[in-house]
């Protein structure tokens, strides 16, 4: 009988422990998905020359990107609606210029992103809205980043946080999803598996 008994309240832990860690999850990644933009390049093929175009077609985009800020996700969204045309000219004319008659993609959509980490930020996977750039065929490697805040780098594969950006960053975000992105205490590497876990189920 007091093993049975041990063994309900146990249960009863678990079930308490999972459903906290679930609403945890899904309040921290709503949070993340809700404000951050994401930014995808997808290479027609992994050959040195595809990947080469890839990185040009990035570097252009944020180049032209550069130019403007956005003090939030919807502002980013409504201004890549608006200027479409801009930014094809912009892709069409790299690809042309490098010698490629490559058809490509332009899409703002909600899709899966893994796990990755930039710099000081680590985003947990999750589906998050982002400007996808899908040259030729795309069965090449991609390239990622965050759009907003602005995060991207145009002379490394990697992002960084800017004085600007971390700014923008914390006035998007909640502190607790501020907190668990950007610090490397275990407590919030921690949480951040446990985001992550329930996020790839």
Same mark, same amino acid.
């Given at each position: *009988?007091?093993?049975?008994? &041990?063994?309900?309240?146990?249960?009863?832990? &678990?079930?308490?422990?999972?459903?906290?860690?679930?609403?945890?999850?899904?309040? &921290?990644?709503?949070?993340?998905?809700?404000?951050?933009?994401?930014?995808?390049?997808?290479? $027609?093929?992994?050959?040195?020359?595809?990947?080469?175009?890839?990185?040009?077609?990035?570097?252009?985009?944020?180049?032209?990107?550069?130019?403007?800020?956005?003090?939030?996700?919807?502002?980013?969204?409504?201004?890549?609606?608006?200027?479409?045309?801009?930014?094809?000219?912009?892709?069409?004319?790299?690809?042309?210029?490098?010698?490629?008659?490559?058809?490509?993609?332009?899409?703002?959509?909600?899709?899966?992103?893994?796990?990755?980490?930039?710099?000081?930020?680590?985003?947990?996977?999750?589906?998050?809205?982002?400007?996808?750039?899908?040259?030729?065929?795309?069965?090449?490697? $991609? %390239? %990622?980043?965050?759009?907003?805040?602005? *995060?991207?780098?145009?002379?490394?594969?990697?992002?960084?946080?800017?004085?600007?950006?971390?700014?923008?960053?914390?006035?998007?975000?909640?502190?607790?999803?501020?907190?668990?992105?950007?610090?490397?205490?275990?407590?919030?590497?921690?949480?951040?598996?446990?985001?992550?876990?329930?996020?790839?189920?």
């Amino acid at each position: *009988m007091k093993f049975k008994s &041990i063994l309900l309240i146990f249960l009863l832990f &678990i079930i308490y422990f999972t459903f906290n860690s679930f609403s945890y999850s899904r309040s &921290i990644s709503n949070n993340l998905e809700e404000n951050l933009f994401r930014l995808r390049v997808v290479a $027609n093929s992994d050959s040195e020359i595809d990947q080469n175009l890839k990185i040009q077609v990035r570097n252009n985009i944020l180049n032209y990107l550069s130019q403007f800020n956005f003090s939030n996700k919807t502002e980013t969204i409504s201004h890549l609606q608006n200027h479409k045309s801009d930014i094809e000219n912009i892709i069409s004319r790299t690809i042309t210029d490098n010698g490629f008659d490559y058809t490509f993609e332009y899409e703002i959509s909600n899709s899966f992103y893994p796990t990755k980490k930039y710099h000081t930020v680590t985003l947990p996977s999750g589906n998050y809205d982002g400007l996808q750039i899908k040259l030729g065929k795309a069965t090449g490697q $991609n %390239w %990622w980043c965050i759009l907003f805040p602005p *995060m991207c780098l145009i002379d490394s594969s990697t992002c960084k946080l800017e004085e600007d950006s971390n700014a923008l960053l914390s006035s998007n975000l909640n502190n607790e999803s501020n907190n668990v992105i950007q610090s490397s205490e275990f407590n919030y590497k921690f949480k951040f598996k446990i985001i992550d876990f329930f996020n790839n189920l």
